[in-house]
């Protein structure tokens, strides 16, 4: 068997884990989508999905000068 070949588990940071769970917990039945700003927008159209991901990370650092 070559390196590549072997099966590799990768542990996720117990800070990861928890914003993971929290996630979990709140995620919208409805659309299955774990993040609700991207309810009601075309998630065919990758421009407008992009664009709203920037946005909202914008707004939520406090970077947002809109």
Do not use: W
Request: charged fraction near 30%; glycine fraction near 4%; hydrophobic fraction near 40%.
């Amino acid at each position: 068997m070559k390196k590549n070949d072997k099966l590799v588990s990768l542990q996720i940071p117990s800070k990861a884990h928890e914003i993971l769970e929290s996630y979990k917990r709140i995620k919208c039945k409805e659309t299955l989508l774990v993040f609700s700003e991207l309810i009601g927008i075309d998630l065919t159209d990758d421009f407008l999905v992009r664009i709203r991901i920037k946005t909202i990370t914008e707004i939520s650092t406090g970077n947002y000068a809109g």
